[in-house]
């Protein structure tokens, strides 16, 4: 039997939260410790709730190098949680137990980064959602995922603009640039 719950309230939204930033690591403790006694919940972009009884599993300090299509090199930092539901339906984690693994990863999460928060579930297919926003019900800590996207982060130099087209700027894969 799954148990889902009832998200009455309007959800609150992070301080100079426009819908597009992700929740941070410091947020995310302090919130947790300010409600240890509640339960803790995640609601998918989908608004489908992950079943009430995950575990979390993994907490992990992850690190992505990379080049763009363009030749350029970045790097992003995340605390990536990995959300895991089994059979014992009566399981339930609490915002403290949850502070509390994050305290346990001290030696794992770099100090001197204020990291990103993302979930990683499987539905379907193992995906990770950003943290994008949270509430607090009388009954529980919810935090609502939302989706990642792919983008080129080399349009500047690799998707130039191309004359108007019956009104509208067009543009070719990579401009013509060869970059990808």
């Not at 998200?7 to 597009?20: P, Q, S, V």
């Not at 339906?89 to 509390?100: C, E, F, N, V």
């Amino acid at each position: 039997m799954t148990e889902t719950i009832a998200l009455t309230t309007t959800r609150d939204r992070n301080e100079g939260d426009d819908g597009n930033h992700t929740m941070k690591l410091s947020t995310l403790k302090s919130l947790l410790q300010m409600h240890r006694d509640k339960p803790f919940h995640l609601v998918l972009p989908s608004k489908r709730t992950v079943p009430v009884s995950f575990h979390i599993t993994e907490v992990a300090y992850v690190q992505k190098k990379f080049i763009d299509c363009g030749g350029k090199l970045h790097t992003t930092h995340t605390c990536q949680l990995q959300a895991w539901v089994w059979t014992d339906t009566q399981h339930r984690l609490l915002a403290g137990k949850m502070g509390d693994l994050l305290n346990l990863a001290k030696d794992v999460l770099p100090a001197e980064k204020d990291l990103d928060i993302e979930i990683e579930y499987e539905d379907t297919l193992i995906s990770q959602y950003p943290v994008l926003s949270h509430t607090v019900t009388e009954d529980a800590v919810v935090l609502f995922l939302g989706y990642k996207h792919t983008d080129c982060l080399a349009k500047d130099r690799c998707l130039p603009s191309l004359p108007m087209v019956q009104g509208e700027t067009t543009t070719e894969c990579c401009g013509g640039t060869g970059c990808c």
